[in-house]
């Protein structure tokens, strides 16, 4: 049996914008967690760590530059009333809250002034960039942007973006995709959904434990679905341009338990979740078994009649299954699952 639902939590909240009222809710935190006897989570065993991947107004409200609708139409929406009910009625439970942020800034190597064809126009949202497409000309590196992106003196970015663009291409996972500007540092698009905000806030002051937050994504060179390592580490010359996040992985496989939720179950959250596996099959593959997978708090990227990605989602949650790692749905205690029940 869970913890109850505190009275502020308003379900039909996750689709719209509002100011968390902090003060308020540290005092309902504080009086709730007496309430109902919930100790500090440095006591927690078994550990249990709730990593909420790309929770962004950006990704999960209509309306928004990359809203994951899912098939429903509603995906992101529905997932995270969802993901705030698990929060509250397990809040007793989960020991720490890692959110991670999808952060970017206007001049980045996905996004569309970056490129010029041979007119000066730049592509629009969403055109796949080939390495064909490079060496021909028909995409270059915007010349007016060269100064600013360039790590070092001297650096041929010609060159590195063929390099990159045909990395992704061997890479299996996506081609160089142009996306919308999305996710942009400073911007209300960059913030958490305000009810999972809330919800977050909310469990870091009745736990005790602050809400571990994970910037990726803002390195102008790379994309960075997963939140442990960018799509590319070296450039053309085999010299490095960004770098894995060790301190991240160490963090996570400290705690006993790992739950994921958040967008996009397709891309982001997959992505995060296989180079997890493809640590933890290098270091103890038994330890996948403590991995699960909250499937009813993440949707597919599904754009009607141009993408629906959702069978490739399926797909790869089937794979970590057969891992060992489990799927799990937010209505079950988590205190129920195998391997968590104290």
């Given at each position: 049996?869970?913890?109850?639902?505190?009275?502020?939590f308003?379900p039909?909240?996750?689709?719209?914008?509002?100011?968390?009222?902090y003060?308020?809710?540290?005092?309902?935190a504080?009086?709730?967690?007496?309430?109902h006897g919930?100790?500090p989570?440095?006591?927690?065993?078994?550990?249990?760590c709730?990593?909420l991947?790309?929770?962004?107004?950006?990704?999960?409200?209509?309306g928004?530059?990359?809203f994951?609708?899912g098939?429903?139409?509603?995906?992101?929406?529905?997932d995270?009333?969802?993901?705030?009910?698990?929060?509250?009625?397990n809040?007793?439970?989960?020991t720490?809250?890692?959110?991670?942020?999808?952060?970017h800034?206007?001049?980045?190597?996905?996004?569309?002034?970056?490129?010029?064809?041979?007119?000066?126009?730049?592509?629009?949202p969403?055109?796949?960039v080939?390495?064909?497409?490079?060496?021909?000309?028909?995409?270059r590196?915007?010349?007016?942007?060269l100064?600013?992106?360039?790590?070092?003196p001297?650096?041929d970015?010609?060159a590195y973006?063929r390099?990159?663009?045909?990395?992704?291409?061997?890479?299996g996972?996506?081609?160089?995709?142009?996306?919308?500007y999305h996710?942009m540092?400073?911007?209300?698009?960059?913030?958490?959904?305000?009810?999972?905000?809330?919800?977050?806030?909310f469990?870091?002051?009745?736990?005790?434990?602050?809400?571990?937050?994970?910037?990726?994504?803002?390195n102008?060179l790379?994309?960075?679905?997963?939140?442990?390592?960018?799509?590319?580490?070296?450039?053309?010359?085999?010299?490095?341009?960004?770098?894995e996040?060790t301190a991240?992985?160490?963090?996570?496989?400290s705690?006993?338990?790992?739950?994921?939720?958040?967008?996009?179950?397709?891309?982001?959250?997959?992505?995060?979740v296989?180079?997890?596996?493809?640590?933890i099959?290098?270091?103890?593959?038994?330890?996948?078994?403590?991995?699960?997978?909250?499937?009813?708090?993440?949707?597919?990227?599904?754009?009607?009649g141009?993408v629906d990605?959702?069978?490739?989602?399926?797909?790869?949650?089937?794979?970590?299954?057969?891992?060992g790692m489990h799927r799990?749905r937010?209505?079950?205690?988590?205190?129920?699952w195998?391997?968590?029940?104290?």
């Amino acid at each position: 049996m869970g913890w109850p639902l505190p009275p502020h939590f308003d379900p039909g909240a996750t689709a719209r914008l509002f100011r968390v009222p902090y003060l308020e809710r540290a005092e309902q935190a504080r009086a709730w967690a007496a309430e109902h006897g919930i100790s500090p989570a440095a006591s927690d065993s078994p550990s249990v760590c709730l990593v909420l991947v790309d929770v962004q107004n950006t990704f999960c409200l209509p309306g928004f530059e990359l809203f994951v609708a899912g098939r429903s139409g509603t995906g992101a929406v529905d997932d995270n009333a969802r993901l705030c009910r698990f929060i509250y009625t397990n809040l007793g439970a989960i020991t720490q809250i890692v959110a991670t942020l999808d952060t970017h800034s206007a001049i980045q190597i996905f996004h569309p002034v970056f490129w010029v064809n041979e007119a000066g126009a730049h592509p629009g949202p969403h055109t796949v960039v080939s390495r064909e497409d490079v060496v021909a000309g028909v995409w270059r590196v915007n010349p007016k942007i060269l100064a600013a992106v360039a790590p070092r003196p001297g650096f041929d970015l010609e060159a590195y973006v063929r390099h990159y663009a045909g990395k992704l291409q061997a890479g299996g996972k996506y081609p160089l995709t142009i996306w919308p500007y999305h996710a942009m540092l400073g911007g209300i698009g960059h913030a958490l959904v305000s009810s999972v905000e809330e919800a977050v806030f909310f469990h870091a002051v009745a736990r005790d434990r602050p809400t571990r937050f994970e910037i990726k994504g803002n390195n102008p060179l790379t994309e960075h679905y997963s939140v442990l390592r960018p799509e590319v580490l070296e450039d053309h010359e085999g010299l490095p341009i960004a770098g894995e996040n060790t301190a991240l992985l160490k963090a996570l496989l400290s705690f006993d338990v790992l739950i994921f939720a958040g967008q996009a179950k397709s891309h982001c959250l997959a992505w995060t979740v296989e180079d997890l596996l493809t640590e933890i099959r290098a270091r103890d593959p038994g330890r996948a078994e403590r991995v699960y997978l909250l499937e009813d708090c993440t949707s597919p990227v599904v754009v009607p009649g141009v993408v629906d990605f959702t069978e490739r989602a399926d797909a790869a949650f089937a794979r970590f299954a057969g891992a060992g790692m489990h799927r799990v749905r937010s209505t079950t205690p988590l205190r129920s699952w195998p391997g968590v029940g104290r």
